[in-house]
Nanobody, 121 residues
Framework: QVQLVESGGGLVQSGGSLRLSCAAS????????MGWYRQAPGKQRESVAS???????NYADSVKGRFTISRDNAKNTVYLQMSSLKPEDTAVYFC???????????????WGQGTQVTVSS
């Protein structure tokens, strides 16, 4: 099992910035892709940004130019730098990791517990 722990959420004013981090731990594993999702109450979960093992990134149209995803493979950590935050960015942000566990050769799709991001107007 791979555990993911997010941190960095909080309350900021519109136009402010936050940096989220997600650290993966557990038995030996290789991560193929990591990403960030968000979900507001009563709304569908949506993909925010993702990054593959090859470094390819993808962003939701709503965050392009404002958010940047990056990773540190040695630390099994992914980051989401969020700038020019808007009230519509308010949501619980979840980290996701996909890969394979070395000991069992099993694929995994793990989720963190989520971190709250609130942007006030």
């Amino acid at each position: 099992q791979v555990q993911l722990v997010e941190s960095g959420g909080g309350l900021v004013q519109s136009g402010g910035s936050l940096r989220l981090s997600c650290a993966a731990s557990g038995s030996r594993f290789s991560i193929n892709a990591m990403g960030w999702y968000r979900q507001a109450p009563g709304k569908q979960r949506e993909s925010v940004a993702s990054i593959t093992s090859g470094g390819s990134t993808n962003y939701a149209d709503s965050v392009k130019g404002r958010f940047t995803i990056s990773r540190d493979n040695a630390k099994n950590t992914v980051y989401l730098q969020m700038s020019s935050l808007k009230p519509e960015d308010t949501a619980v942000y979840f980290c996701n990791a996909q890969g394979v566990a070395h000991m069992t050769s099993k694929l995994f799709d793990s989720w963190g517990q989520g971190t709250q991001v609130t942007v006030s107007s």
